[in-house]
T-cell receptor, first 117, second 110 residues
Framework: GAVVSQHPSWVICKSGTSVKIECRSLDFQATTMFWYRQFPKQSLMLMATSNEGSKATYEQGVEKDKFLINHASLTLSTLTVTSAHPEDSSFYIC?????????????FGEGSRLTVL | DAKTTQPTSMDCAEGRAANLPCNHSTISGNEYVYWYRQIHSQGPQYIIHGLKNNETNEMASLIITEDRKSSTLILPHATLRDTAVYYCIVSDTGRRALTFGSGTRLQVQP
């Protein structure tokens, strides 16, 4: 299947700093990317949907000014957690899909574990 | 998207078939059944999906009842590496974003 890669796999930062997580589609053009968040022992929660070249659509309760999403190209989306706090510590997962040869499945990255001290 | 109901956890002996059930009684005609799994600390992995016919690929088989109100994912010969949380998701392809429930935690025992 198609490959989606995230970087970094894990990151530790101090409270108040900003952290950027990259999501890349390696062998296909991702017209749409989704960002999920997963707290320990919980399921994945959709944070936002981003379409290449347009503003992201955020789910209810997700602060768009805190979680900045950029999808400037068909192979790259970034999530920036601004002014991170310990409660932002979580597993962040991106997924991507394409309209080309679409067969229904989403392709997920390996996830990025953020720990805010 | 229609909601799904899955058992919280299941055990399976290594080498035996693992049968994971899912109820989706409110599924609508244009909604597919998707199965993903998540191994600890990794992103979800696509397994299989179907509309109304049974499907099989190199990973698993998907059996959908005739009324489409339930389905079963079958891992024919479970290995220890199949230990994971398995998610059954119902969605129409137009929506694209998938809503994850709590899934079934499958523990394959040696």
């Amino acid at each position: 299947g198609a490959v989606v890669s995230q970087h970094p796999s894990w990151v530790i930062c101090k409270s108040g700093t900003s952290v950027k997580i990259e999501c890349r589609s390696l062998d296909f053009q991702a017209t749409t990317m989704f960002w999920y968040r997963q707290f320990p022992k919980q399921s994945l929660m959709l944070m936002a949907t981003s379409n290449e070249g347009s503003k992201a659509t955020y789910e209810q309760g997700v602060e768009k000014d805190k979680f900045l999403i950029n999808h400037a190209s068909l192979t790259l989306s970034t999530l920036t957690v601004t002014s991170a706090h310990p409660e932002d510590s979580s597993f962040y997962i991106c997924s991507a899909t394409t309209t080309e040869g679409y067969t229904g499945e989403l392709f997920f990255g390996e996830g990025s574990r953020l720990t805010v001290l | 998207d229609a909601k799904t109901t899955q058992p919280t956890s299941m055990d399976c002996a290594e080498g035996r078939a693992a049968n994971l059930p899912c109820n989706h009684s409110t599924i609508s005609g244009n909604e597919y059944v998707y199965w993903y799994r998540q191994i600890h600390s990794q992103g979800p992995q696509y397994i299989i999906h179907g509309l109304k016919n049974n499907e099989t690929n190199e990973m698993a088989s998907l059996i959908i009842t005739e009324d489409r109100k339930s389905s079963t994912l079958i891992l024919p010969h479970a290995t220890l590496r199949d230990t994971a949380v398995y998610y059954c998701i119902v969605s129409d392809t137009g929506r694209r974003a998938l809503t994850f429930g709590s899934g079934t935690r499958l523990q394959v025992q040696p």
